[in-house]
């Protein structure tokens, strides 16, 4: 059918049209997104400070929107008070500063100016301002006058000793801005460090006011509710902890055997105020390696650990930098008896109340007989080292004999490569300070008559590095020289207490044999510290774990504890791998050798029931893992946590939305409201040629 010019009719032609404009815009902008946004941004690594609950409130870092800041460099006291006090800054601004500048008044003075976006403290660079030798020579713990001591032994007692009396108490303060680190820790951190500092130093080159001028961007908000109780109700909140460790090498131990228990503990994890970064050396590492040597030198013995009067039991702790949760859920299981109401479907353990395994029953808290506990004993930084014995006010008898052998065994050992390190009575001052904090106020809150020995580098204080992110650097033959006299002490204390000797003299030829033959190995410690601190990829871990078949090889990784069953905490791993070693039975006594291969040939060497493939052989051990979370949280029937009394430590972290840093360029806040304008005049006149479009297809073409 033909119709005259002029006539002619396209149904909806203004539909087809309009959906062809809008179409091709939305086209040229997919094709440009991309593009655009490479070229306006550049997303770099972060390192966080996030935000922690607890069953009172909350403590860390917490923004509730995107913060966005031009970045401004300040590298002492005076430059902080200079920003607060320049008129002539106009924006929010991303504050640079040394770590060791992040102290309450200066984030006072910068909260106060009305100019801060967020804060970046950097840890370790190249420029010399943040080198080590820049550190100043005396720093300020962040935690507390007395960490934990609200959860300890004598947190009912009046006017406590301070352990810790310069702690600032900046890790338990609230934060409604980023505060982000940078640390060249790997080569990631370090791209990060460069660009920042690079944009840094252009904003400085044009005195913070001629633009554009670099920015950062920051993404960190986390989904906390005002509290644990809160928050784990509303499934925003994980309890902070994850997995204790605790082995023997009786192999046959029962609640019922009547033989007395010997204790050896230490602490795997620690805190500062950037999780990603932590790693404790004094505060921790350096007592986790003092027992791992331990267990070393021990299984040395002649005579067989197992055949003793007494068991040993090595434990290490996870979460007890949060109200001591790893000892305390530890102590608290082995002293009550355990009512499985509902049996795991396979396997062992017990599905609720949840428990991966319930050997743990087998160990009686009435029959632990003595304690003997490593806690920073590397004597960094301190002019005139020395190790201090600590026990209760008013030791036993008992007590007292035991700090008699460590100081004894101490003069005796000259294995040291430096000559040996004097072991004192913490109270040989005549000043009762009782225990500082430790694992084992959570066996003497249960059993106070237990006689108990915390060994540490420290007489009055506890380190200032403790809960420091500047907790990072050890000194390599005084550190070690240090934790090879604590190891040697305790082992050979601790043998001759398992042997039941008071009095040397009174050991026979082959115990005389027996424990000349445990000897501590430096080169065991020097590798320890050297994969706890620094490479966990080390050839020490990799035989263990086969870590070097990873695509990704970890590196330096943080011994923040994480949260509860997460896949962040590879120590407990290792630290069970390596004690099931040593408390396992030896190929020479065994009546049959080991099977090796479960490891590099698992199609061809299977262990048998009850045994595990530790370092590629198969090994049978009373090694197990116990959950570790604060004993003021439960898990109901549902697996559902929720709060059972908020008077214990009940310590939980938020989970986030996606963290991140992105650096771009800023024009001066008169350029952006001319942009706004801009953007306004070309929206208005693009819906104007949107109605033109339709007036002119009215006139020209005939719609039905």
């Keep these: 059918m033909y119709m005259e010019a002029g006539q002619l009719r396209f149904p909806k032609a203004k539909v087809l049209f309009s959906r062809f404009l809008l179409g091709l815009v939305a086209v040229c902008s997919l094709v440009g997104a991309d593009d655009s946004y490479d070229t ?127 702690g600032s108490g900046l890790l338990f303060q609230q934060y409604d801005f980023p505060i982000y680190a940078l640390d060249t820790i790997d080569e990631r951190n370090t791209m990060s460090y460069n660009a920042v500092m690079i944009a840094t130093s252009i904003n400085q080159n044009r005195g913070y006011n001629n633009y554009p001028l670099k920015a950062l961007q920051f993404h960190s908000f986390m989904w906390a509710a005002q509290d644990s109780g809160a928050c784990l109700r509303k499934g925003w909140c994980t309890p902070i902890g994850g997995a204790s460790v605790w082995s023997t090498p009786s192999n046959n131990i029962t609640s019922t055997d009547n033989k007395p228990i010997i204790v050896v503990a230490a602490s795997m994890d620690a805190r500062s105020m950037f999780h990603d970064l932590t790693l404790g050396v004094e505060s921790s590492i350096t007592g986790m390696v003092t027992l791992m040597a331990v267990a070393e030198a021990l299984s040395r013995s002649t005579i067989p650990l197992d055949s003793m009067p007494k068991h040993i039991l090595y434990t290490l702790f996870t979460g007890e930098t949060w109200g001591f949760s790893g000892s305390q859920r530890f102590v608290q299981d082995i002293s009550k008896t355990i009512e499985c109401i509902k049996p795991p479907t396979s396997g062992a353990g017990c599905a609720f109340p949840f428990y991966s395994n319930l050997d743990f029953q087998r160990l009686n808290p009435a029959n632990i007989e003595s304690i003997f506990e490593a806690s920073q004993v590397g004597n960094i930084g301190v002019s005139a080292p020395a190790l201090y014995a600590h026990t209760v006010s008013t030791p036993s008898t008992a007590t007292t004999t035991l700090v008699q052998q460590l100081i004894q065994t101490g003069v005796t050992n000259t294995t040291a490569p430096q000559g040996t390190i004097a072991i004192k009575a913490a109270n040989s001052d005549q000043v009762d300070r009782g225990l500082p904090p430790s694992s084992t106020m959570s066996f003497l809150k249960v059993r106070a008559d237990i006689p108990a020995v915390v060994l540490t580098s420290y007489q009055k204080e506890m380190s200032p590095l403790t809960s420091q992110d500047l907790d990072d650097t050890w000194d390599s033959v005084a550190t070690i020289n240090s934790i090879q006299q604590a190891a040697s002490a305790i082992s050979k204390t601790v043998w001759l207490q398992a042997q039941g000797i008071q009095d040397a003299t009174q050991m026979t030829p082959a115990m005389q044999e027996s424990i000349a033959s445990i000897q501590v190995d430096p080169t065991l410690i020097q590798d320890l510290m050297y994969c706890l601190a620094s490479n966990y990829s080390c050839p020490l871990v ?98 559902q946590y929720f709060i059972e009394d908020p008077t214990k430590p009940a310590w939980t972290e938020a989970t986030w939305d996606p963290i991140g840093l992105r650096l771009f360029d800023v024009t001066s806040p008169s350029s952006q409201v001319a942009e706004l304008v801009t953007g306004i005049v070309l929206t208005v006149a693009s819906i104007g040629a949107v109605f033109w479009s339709r007036k002119f297809l009215e006139k020209t073409i005939k719609i039905a």
């Design 40 to 166: 306006i941004y550049n997303d770099i690594g972060s390192l966080p400070c996030v935000r922690l609950l607890n069953a009172t409130g909350s403590i860390g870092c917490q923004s509730m929107k995107a913060a966005s800041g031009v970045l401004y460099r300040a590298d002492t006291d005076a430059d902080i008070q200079q920003f607060a006090t320049n008129k002539g800054l106009d924006s929010e601004y991303t504050i640079v500063i040394p770590y060791w500048l992040l102290t309450t008044p200066n984030i006072e003075t910068l909260r106060s100016s009305k100019k801060l976006a967020a804060i970046i403290a950097v840890i370790n660079g190249t420029d010399p301002v943040y080198s080590l030798s820049a550190r100043p020579k005396t720093i300020v713990s962040p935690d507390t006058s007395c960490p934990n001591c609200e959860f300890g032994l004598y947190a009912n007692t009046p006017n406590q000793y301070q352990w810790n009396p310069s």
């Design 542 to 639: 990799d035989g263990y774990l086969n870590v070097t078949a990873s695509a990704n090889l970890p590196t330096r990784l943080p011994h923040y504890s994480g949260t509860l069953y997460s896949q962040s905490q590879p120590f407990p791993i290792f630290a069970w791998s390596f004690l099931a070693n040593m408390t396992s039975v030896k190929n020479v006594t065994s009546p049959q050798p080991r099977a090796t291969g479960c490891s590099t040939r698992p199609d061809q060497v299977q262990c048998a029931s009850g045994e595990y493939c530790v370092g590629n052989q198969c090994i049978a051990t009373m090694t197990r893992y116990h959950d570790a979370f604060g004993v003021g949280i439960s898990m109901n029937d549902k697996n």
